[in-house]
């Protein structure tokens, strides 16, 4: 894969601080958001929700369940960010920890773990259902995730798995995969 | 007159063919430049959109992501599109994200979005949201210059003005193929319409193929040219017939005075190559106008036309006979080898008329005077033939009519001579130039002088005395005989009864009267009027009358003597035996005396058969009751030989001369108690 590096060198030169201001325009409660780690994960709602429109799911959905696992603090940010938002005419829900039997309500999972072991047991739960995986390290792809947001410097890279997506139904927008650093592996699935 | 007229035509026809083709391609290139350029701006503006939403579309991952290296990739691709000069991407907060710029001319794009900047006429500019699954993610605004555009409508114009200019060349020449098809036949309608106007021919015809209006045109032309030559050949036949007429005598048939003129002139100039003599008759008919006067101008055409008829039958084929005047007629003879030929020609004519005519059932006897000239080939100077004939004719008339006479130099001294008298004799009588002269003529058996014969005598001015013999013609020739003979017979009647009144006897007056005279209507009432004006008895008055009255009708003459008798006058036939002389009419007209003309007595002396002569003349006078009057008794051997003849009565100059005071001079004669006889008469008688 000999564009990868090149796709990758293509999003590293993203300023985090434009991506804040892009954000920060799409959503004026955040505002009220701390700066510094606070910022950060911001960003990462706002790329969170930019990608459900890159997205397409199998079947019509009228609401859009997006649960979240792991340790981090993400989860309340996301939550209180995009949670009863509209994305294309559907409206996010926003699931904390899931149970086994949310997790199959859920149209979106973000992992929030950095350990492979715990990232491969999540993508294990979720077996081969339509559900689009969203972690924040380089492993995570690898793992058989789908989208990576990962930090690099003061900026954030999307790494894509079309592998991934492609065994779990999922279509992603051709513009949004210009962007991405596309990546293989599949993981426990393998 | 004819190529300037040409070539505006051509001019015409090319100028409005290249004129209206550029007008037509003019408008035509201004309306599609026009029109290109309103569709190629409005092609601009939406494509110019079209590619904002494009442009926009793939950007929306990159506002949404904050990709700006991704973004700038995107606008790259515009550069593909060379009218785009920039292209400025805004976020959603409406902040410069992203620019593209074609070259470093290009006005860079502005921090925020909706901050002008001066762009100039030239430029075309959109602004486009960009939304991405219902949500505003930015804006765009896409710059493009008109300059290719405007290059593009430059090209095109080109493109127009070279396809302009094709077509006026294309129009210019279809222009003047035109031209050949309509101005070529024109012209040709033009030369033929010139060659027949100025050569007068109408063998011009114009051959135009085809069934337009100027093959038309060239037809109607043809058959106007057939027409005009069937018109002129109609007006030349006319003509022709009208020149024939002009030429020809319309009464005999015979060619006129103009023909004669011509004919004339060409003989003349035939003169030249041929060796011939021409020679040209002029005969004037004697009597013709007493036939005219007395029996009217019926009589007097149909007499015209038995004349010509006879001339025609004797002269030959290659003369040529002409009628020149009333009675006048004149023969051009052609191819004569002496000038003695034409004399001989001039008296068979002269011998044609002298038998009489029989004109509805009246006899009449005219005859002819000729004069003749002729012209030799080496004869120099063309003599006037016409002028010297004429004379010789006038010549001939006054030595005593029918007969030829031939033209010598003297002649036309003569002419003049005459043309002189008539003009001077016309004023003689009121002037007081005309008198009156009486010759006594003496009774031979009694002695006594019975009767005087007035003479017209002229006594001019400068010419002095002209003898009778050459004004008495030229008064015949002019009319002027008429008033002439009326003042001369009241003269000698008024004289006359003054003897009377001096003479116991009765005396008489003779008076000569001209045939002409004779002839006119008026003449029995002229005698009439003048017997009564002046009351002298009819019987005192004996009127003279010479040969000629015989020429015309003579039942016509004999009916107004007649008359004259009727009335008491007494009638002598003067000069008896000089003219035309047919003892046949003697009888049959009622003469009371003959005059035997003194020629006779003349020739007394020259020999037994001239003595023979005059005795039998006398006595036939004499047996057919008639008194003998001889004349020109001038010595007495004469005056004893004519009374021994048994002459009634003599006149002559040995008895007595002519005198304008005859009651002086005779006044012995005239006064019986002086003396009864003249003693020379009683001598005479007494021997």
């Known amino acids: 894969m000999i564009s990868r590096a090149a796709n990758y060198e293509r999003v590293t030169h993203n300023s985090l601080w434009c991506a ?61 960010i995009l949670d009863g938002k509209l994305s294309d005419g559907r409206r996010i829900t926003v699931v904390m920890h899931p149970m086994d039997a949310e997790l199959k309500e859920c149209d979106l999972l973000y992992v929030a773990e950095s350990a492979p072991a715990k990232i491969q047991s999540i993508l294990d739960r979720v077996g081969s259902r339509a559900v689009l995986t969203v972690g924040e390290t380089d492993q995570f792809t690898r793992a058989g995730g789908m989208v990576g947001l990962v930090r690099s410097g003061d900026q954030i890279e999307i790494e894509v798995n079309r592998d991934a997506l492609r065994i779990h139904q999922l279509e992603m927008s051709s513009r949004l995969l210009k962007l991405a650093v596309i990546v293989s592996g599949s993981g426990g699935m393998r | 007159m004819r190529v300037p007229q040409f070539s505006s035509i051509r001019a015409n026809i090319i100028t409005v063919v290249v004129l209206s083709s550029s007008l037509a391609v003019g408008i035509y290139t201004m309306m599609m430049t026009y029109v290109n350029t309103r569709t190629s701006i409005d092609l601009l503006d939406t494509r110019l959109a079209t590619l904002a939403d494009v442009i926009g579309q793939n950007s929306t991952a990159a506002l949404d992501f904050s990709d700006r290296k991704a973004a700038t990739e995107v606008l790259g691709a515009l550069q593909r599109e060379l009218p785009i000069v920039s292209a400025c991407l805004y976020d959603s907060r409406g902040t410069l994200f992203s620019e593209y710029e074609r070259d470093e001319e290009a006005t860079p794009c ?16 959109v602004t486009r949201n960009i939304r991405h699954a219902a949500d505003f993610v930015g804006s765009i605004e896409l710059t493009a210059d008109v300059r290719d555009l405007k290059s593009r409508n430059y090209r095109l114009m080109l493109i127009a003005i070279m396809l302009a200019l094709l077509s006026l060349a294309v129009a210019g020449f279809s222009g003047a193929l035109l ?6 036949p024109v012209s040709q309608l033009a030369a033929a319409m010139n060659r027949v106007t100025a050569d007068g021919t109408f063998e011009a015809r114009v051959s135009v193929e085809g069934r337009d209006e100027i093959a038309q045109l060239a037809a109607g032309f043809n058959r106007m040219i057939i027409e005009l030559e069937h018109r002129n050949q109609v007006a030349r036949n006319a003509e022709s017939q009208l020149v024939e007429q002009a030429r020809t005598d319309s009464l005999t ?15 003349l100039k035939r003169l030249h190559t041929e060796k011939w003599i021409i020679g040209l008759l002029y005969i004037d008919l004697d009597g013709f106008k007493l036939v005219n006067d007395s029996l009217g ?44 030929d034409a004399t001989v020609a001039a008296d068979g004519l002269i011998q044609c008329l002298s038998r009489s005519f029989v004109i509805e059932g009246t006899e009449i006897t005219i005859g002819a005077s000729i004069g003749i000239s002729t012209k030799r080939p080496s004869g120099g100077d063309d003599p006037d033939l016409m002028k010297q004939a004429d004379s010789a004719m006038y010549a001939a008339k006054r030595s005593g009519k029918n007969r030829a006479v031939f033209f010598s130099p003297e002649l036309g001294l003569m002419a003049r001579e005459r043309l002189t008298l ?15 002269e009486y010759q006594p003529e003496f009774s031979t058996t009694t002695g006594r002088l019975v009767r005087f014969e007035a003479l017209a005598r002229w006594k001019h001015p400068h010419l002095g005395d002209i003898s009778p013999a050459r004004f008495i013609p030229v008064a015949e020739e002019s009319g002027l005989i008429y008033g002439l003979g009326e003042f001369v017979m009241e003269q000698a009647c008024r004289e006359c009864i003054e003897w009377q009144r001096m003479s116991s006897a009765p005396i008489q007056v003779a008076v000569n009267v001209s045939a002409l005279q004779f002839m006119s209507e008026m003449f029995v009432e002229e005698v009439a009027t003048i017997l009564q004006r002046t009351g002298i008895k009819p019987e005192l008055l004996q009127v003279e009358l010479t040969e000629s009255v015989m020429i015309g009708s003579l039942h016509h003459s004999a009916e107004k003597m007649k008359k004259l008798r009727s009335m008491g006058v007494t009638l002598a036939m003067d000069d008896f035996g000089t003219g035309y002389s047919s003892l ?46 001889v004349e020109g008794v001038e ?10 003849m048994g002459a009634d009565e003599v006149q002559g100059y040995l008895v007595g001369r002519p005198s304008s005071t005859p009651r002086t001079n005779f006044a012995e004669h005239l006064d019986e108690r002086r003396k009864t006889y003249d003693g020379r008469l009683s001598y005479l008688i007494g021997s």
């Open chain 1, 20 to 80: 804040v201001l892009a954000v920060t325009s799409l959503f004026p409660i955040s505002g009220s958001l701390l700066w510094g780690q606070q910022d950060e994960r911001a960003v990462r709602a706002a790329f969170v929700f930019n990608l459900t429109k890159y997205v397409s799911w199998p079947g019509a959905h009228d609401r859009l369940v997006l649960g979240v696992i792991g340790e981090e603090s993400i989860g309340p940010v996301l939550k209180q």
């Open chain 2, 110 to 125: 502005p921090g925020h979005v909706g901050t002008g900047r001066s762009l100039g006429g030239e430029h075309r500019w």
């Open chain 2, 179 to 184: 031209q050949r098809r309509i101005s070529k």
């Open chain 2, 253 to 267: 048939g015979l060619p006129n005075r103009r023909h004669l003129v011509e004919q004339l002139e060409q003989e």
């Open chain 2, 297 to 340: 101008h019926g009589i007097g055409d149909l007499l015209l036309c038995e004349v010509a008829k006879r001339l025609k039958a004797r002269v030959r084929a290659t003369d040529t006979l002409a009628r020149v005047g009333g009675d006048e007629f004149t023969v051009i003879l052609t191819g004569l080898e002496r000038e003695g």
């Open chain 2, 422 to 436: 008539e003009r001077e004799l016309r004023g003689a009588i009121g002037r007081g130039e005309i008198y009156v």
């Open chain 2, 584 to 629: 046949g009419y003697l009888s049959g007209l009622p003469f009371s005396a003959l005059k035997i003309d003194r020629v006779f007595v003349r020739n007394l002396h020259s020999g037994p058969e001239s003595s023979t002569m005059l005795r039998s003349m006398i006595e036939l006078g004499k047996k057919m009751g008639m008194r003998v009057i």
């Open chain 2, 635 to 644: 010595e007495e051997s004469q005056l004893d030989a004519v009374v021994e």
